[in-house]
């Protein structure tokens, strides 16, 4: 039953959602403005602000003038719904659960109007960065910095204490194996690289030799 109620809090968010992604990006308010048909601009009332529900009854039209309702609407709405129900499977009504749902609260926004408009918004953005610095000052065992710097290194990120190798552009990589076989692909490519240069199409010979 919990997690049918939950699922129900995804719904409305993710219809709050698309509020969000049809407006940050021309600089409308998210509070102040009712909703609205954008062909139109007619006034949306209750029943057709119900998520997924009314889209479906209304086939995917605008009551008013008949234009049609993107399909991300519903898409965006179930996957939030979809979102709520896994984090209440994984991690109930606890402290990280609030955190991830909070989170991807942020992340789908951004997302959605990346593929959109190509556009990463500060509004949507910097949230999501003082987020993550407050869920890492609280996670057990990760400073911030460390959890900022494991976004960028990946599993590649050395352990404390661990040297550093170098590639000649100046890119430092882990000393382990991984850095190895890294460092070692550097070095087939140059090498590689050098075979490949000619003096001309004609003979392919390399460049220490000249065509005759």
Not at 48 to 64: H, I, K, N, Q, W
């Amino acid at each position: 039953m919990d997690v049918v109620l939950y699922s129900l809090l995804g719904l409305v968010l993710g219809s709050f959602l698309n509020l969000c992604i049809d407006r940050l990006p021309r600089g409308e308010s998210i509070l102040t403005t009712h909703s609205h048909c954008d062909a139109c601009g007619h006034t949306l009332g209750p029943l057709d602000l119900v998520p997924v529900f009314s889209y479906l009854a209304l086939r995917g039209r605008c009551r008013y003038c008949g234009a049609r309702v993107s399909l991300r609407s519903p898409l965006v709405e179930l996957g939030t719904a979809a979102l709520f129900a896994l984090i209440w499977l994984r991690f109930s009504t606890s402290l990280q659960g609030v955190l991830v749902a909070v989170y991807g609260c942020l992340l789908i926004p951004i997302l959605v109007i990346d593929l959109e408009h190509h556009r990463v918004l500060n509004k949507l953005s910097y949230p999501a960065i003082g987020l993550a610095l407050a869920a890492a000052a609280i996670a057990p065992g990760r400073s911030p910095w460390e959890m900022l710097a494991g976004g960028g290194l990946g599993s590649d990120a050395p352990r404390r204490g661990e040297p550093l190798v170098r590639l000649p552009g100046g890119l430092p990589l882990p000393s382990g194996p991984r850095g190895a076989r890294a460092a070692g692909s550097g070095r087939r490519a140059r090498r590689t690289g050098r075979r490949d240069k000619s003096c001309c199409r004609s003979c392919r010979a390399p460049a220490p030799r000249r065509c005759r």
